[in-house]
C-alpha cells in the first residue's frame, strides 16, 4: 500500500515523497521519546506510532529547502556557548604538581649532559 494513500485528501499534495513522510515521522518520534508532548490526544501508545499518526493527520510542522538550513544554522548559534578565557588563563594544580614531579625525571637539558660527578672529598 502506498504510504501517500493513507494521507487525508487535503494533505496529499503537502508531501512529495514518502522519504519525506519518513524523515517527518522519525524526526517527531525522536522528539516524543525525549520527552515531546503530542500534539492531541492518540489511539497509539508507542511514540513511533504517534508520531506516524501525528504526520500522517497533518499536525507536524517541517520545513524544507533553504528555510530549514537556516534554522538549522540559528538552532546551532543558540547551543553554542562562548569559550570562558579564565578556562585558559590558569593551569590546573593538579597539571603543575604532574609537570614538577615529571620534570625530575624527564630533564634532558643541555646543562646536565656535560657535567661530570666526581667523589665527593
Known amino acids: 500500500m502506498d504510504a501517500l494513500s493513507l494521507l487525508p485528501q487535503h494533505h496529499q499534495k503537502e508531501y512529495d515523497s514518502r522519504y519525506r513522510i519518513v524523515q517527518i515521522a522519525a524526526q517527531r518520534a525522536k522528539q516524543l521519546v525525549r520527552g515531546g508532548e503530542p500534539y492531541g490526544a492518540s489511539k497509539f501508545s508507542k511514540d513511533t506510532s504517534k508520531a506516524i499518526e501525528e504526520v500522517l493527520n497533518g499536525q507536524v510542522p517541517y520545513l524544507i529547502g533553504q528555510e530549514a538550513k537556516d ?27 604532574i609537570k614538577k614531579e615529571l620534570s625530575v625525571y624527564i630533564d634532558d637539558t643541555a646543562q646536565h649532559l656535560g657535567t661530570v660527578i666526581g667523589p665527593e672529598e
Open 71 to 97: 534554522a538549522i544554522r540559528a538552532a546551532k548559534r543558540l547551543n553554542e556557548r562562548p569559550i570562558d578565557p579564565a578556562l585558559y588563563a590558569q593551569p590546573d594544580e593538579n597539571a603543575q604538581e
